[in-house]
């Protein structure tokens, strides 16, 4: 834990509305203005250790077993450039009952630095896990057993998981490396690189057992819909950040594309069934980083003629749509719903500080919990930076982040949140 922690006390004292953020993140870089450091004001601890590199990837997956024993992870020899086809990532789990100790399972040359290889617990399993991979002139996913290391082949990368592991849906990996590099994988050529909105390319279906696939939505399809904003024509499209909701019912999907002067991405983003029918449009034009509060509440950074660029608590399916932490919340950032959901867990972007908060946000009174400020060094920036996409246990009790701020390149640590659970801020 870095020296000057602070006691509970000081910490619980630290919950504060948006004036007093405001200026504790002021204060803070004027603190440590010209030093390589970092506050924190949570219980931390590394779990992953150099001379190797060690991250997680998304927010949006299950990176704990069910037990919270188990902490999964990537491990790589270099940082700092695009990865080539012929780099592999080691997989691996942390032991948090046997003093952190890593063990390898496997390896991956289907991946990229902000999404990893999709790597992840099976839904509802104890011991099985599933990460994408490259096998020749395909990607595909592998699924396998974490303590008997049996393990089975389907020929077909995932994205997202049903909660009951029987069916994934996944964008083409080849065309979203090829529109937003850091995002797809390198290795295999878009075989519609030419092509606006082809309709051989889109949102696949997997079924895990058979490996079955099936074209779904395709790009050509979603370019006919009239939805805000309109595409100029001739531009082109692709689909990123698909999940599943609680039950299954329902995935969320972003057809993307760059703005006439590349500076931005435009956005809309879809929910449909798991076949890719009844589809329903939730907002376009700004649709940043998002989650399911439930089967039927999407939390996403978006922009809204009701109160401009916030987090908005979407319902699918309806017109209804609430502003949530307008002005305490605000920024963008790789927002999740605790267990509890009085709890959001959610980070920001670094300022000039390159420094990057992760806080905890109380619904029910607005107030915010800060965990840390993380120092980001020069060089982790654009397609390999390192976002911290706060992940939590599966008893909510515990957050666990990727990050460079000892200087010992990308590391997974984990911040005990305990304490503020069990002293919610009265309003």
Not at 7 to 24: C, D, I, Y
Not at 41 to 57: D, E, L, S, V, Y
Not at 292 to 316: K, M, N, Q, T
């Amino acid at each position: 834990m870095p020296a000057g922690n602070p006691s509970r006390r000081r910490f619980l004292k630290s919950m504060v509305g948006t004036a007093a953020l405001a200026a504790s993140h002021q204060a803070l870089a004027a603190g440590v203005k010209g030093k390589r450091m970092s506050e924190t004001a949570a219980p931390i601890r590394a779990i992953t250790q150099g001379p190797k590199f060690h991250w997680f990837g998304y927010y949006d997956k299950l990176q704990f077993d069910p037990s919270g024993r188990y902490c999964l992870g990537m491990e790589v020899g270099f940082e700092h450039r695009s990865p080539r086809p012929d780099d592999a990532v080691k997989i691996g789990m942390v032991d948090l009952k046997d003093g952190d100790s890593w063990t390898e399972l496997g390896e991956s040359r289907g991946w990229c630095w902000q999404q990893g290889c999709m790597l992840q617990w099976l839904p509802g399993s104890k011991s099985e896990i599933v990460w994408n991979d490259r096998e020749g002139d395909h990607y595909c996913c592998q699924i396998m057993d974490a303590f008997t290391r049996k393990k089975r082949t389907v020929p077909h990368p995932v994205y997202t998981i049903s909660p009951h592991a029987k069916i994934a849906v996944a964008p083409d990996f080849r065309r979203v490396n090829d529109c937003r590099p850091g995002y797809g994988y390198c290795g295999l050529p878009d075989p519609y690189k030419d092509e606006p909105t082809p309709k051989d390319a889109g949102i696949w279906r997997i079924d895990l057992a058979s490996g079955k696939q099936e074209l779904i939505i395709s790009l050509a399809d979603i370019a006919q819909l009239a939805h805000p904003p309109a595409c100029p024509a001739g531009e082109k499209q692709w689909f990123n950040h698909l999940l599943f909701n609680q039950d299954g019912s329902r995935f969320i999907f972003l057809n993307r594309w760059w703005s006439a002067d590349r500076r931005r991405l435009v956005t809309r983003m879809y929910t449909a069934t798991p076949d890719g029918k009844d589809i329903h449009f939730v907002v376009g034009g700004l649709a940043s980083h998002f989650i399911w509060r439930d089967p039927s509440h999407i939390l996403v950074w978006a922009g809204h003629p009701s109160h401009g660029d916030c987090f908005y608590l979407f319902e699918d399916k309806t017109a209804n749509v609430e502003a949530i932490g307008k002005g305490v919340m605000a920024a963008d950032g790789h927002c999740s719903y605790l267990p509890n959901k009085d709890w959001i867990v959610s980070d920001r972007y670094p300022g000039a500080d390159r420094k990057r908060p992760v806080y905890l946000y109380h619904v029910p009174t607005g107030r915010v919990a800060n965990l840390g400020w993380f120092y980001t060094a020069k060089g982790y920036d654009g397609e390999w930076r390192c976002d911290t996409h706060p992940r939590y246990t599966p008893d909510g009790r515990s957050v666990c982040i990727d990050s460079v701020h000892e200087e010992k390149g990308r590391q997974l640590y984990l911040i005990d949140v305990g304490a503020i659970l069990d002293n919610p801020p009265k309003a």
